[in-house]
């Protein structure tokens, strides 16, 4: 069945940088594009980023543009986050979620997801 | 784009039908088929979000038919028609028209 396990997450002070692991199975990973949700504590969740399956396009939430990025290694059916300068509002429990499709048209399945916490 | 939801909290009785209203801060535009890109996801309690019902009103994949999805421009529409004990949860409304993709607040389903 198809399985999405984040890993990653931990405690890291503001400005610091983070990068986050999410790996596919039990599908063809290469084939459909790879979401980024996050929800903060007691909040609803919060799209985050989207790579399209060849990793060739990539679109962000404007509170992340700039300090995250997204990438995957279709090779190792593998999806990062990249996250730099963080600050107290990123903290969260931070999902994958795989698309329907090929690039980006509905987040079908999602992972349990990796907790990060920033905080001093 | 916001999404907005209402009520932020309702208890419902089993059996009983339930509506949980989302409204968009501009029209979402249809596509030249005609689709909408507004989806409803459930949050089961110390769960992962799960896809309910997509571009307005398709059902996902295992969805009971009790659950259905409506609306157009600004306001959207999510019925159970007769509410089971399973259903509780938090409901999300969420925009996919354009990005960044955009949730509703959420509307919390319980039991009386």
């Known amino acids: 069945q198809v399985l999405l396990v984040e890993s990653g997450g931990g405690v890291v002070q503001p400005g610091r940088s983070l990068t986050l692991s999410c790996a596919g199975s039990?599908?063809?990973?290469?084939?459909?594009?790879m979401h980024w949700v996050r929800q903060a504590p007691g909040k609803g969740p919060e799209w985050v980023a989207v790579?399209?399956?060849?990793?060739?396009?990539?679109q962000y939430a404007d509170s992340v543009k700039g300090r995250f990025f997204i990438s995957r290694d279709n090779y190792n059916n593998k999806l990062f986050l990249q996250m730099n300068s963080l600050r107290a509002e990123d903290t969260a429990l931070y999902y994958c979620a795989r698309d329907s499709g090929y690039r980006a048209f509905r987040m079908e399945v999602w992972g349990q997801g990796t907790t990060v916490t920033v905080s001093s | 784009i916001v999404m907005t939801q209402t009520p932020p909290s309702l208890p419902v009785t089993p059996g009983e039908p339930a509506s949980i209203s989302c409204r968009s801060s501009r029209t979402l535009l249809e596509t030249d088929d005609g689709e909408i890109f507004l989806d409803w996801y459930l949050q089961k309690p110390g769960q992962s979000p799960q896809l309910l019902i997509y571009t307005l009103s398709y059902r996902a994949s295992g969805v009971p038919d009790r659950f259905s999805g409506s609306g157009s421009g600004t306001d959207f529409t999510l019925k159970i028609s007769r509410v089971a004990a399973e259903d509780v949860g938090l409901y999300y409304c969420m925009q996919r028209v354009e990005f960044p993709w955009t949730f509703g607040q959420g509307t919390k389903v319980e039991i009386k």
């Open positions: 790579t399209w399956y060849d990793g060739s396009n990539e």
């Open positions: 039990g599908y063809s990973f290469s084939s459909y594009g």
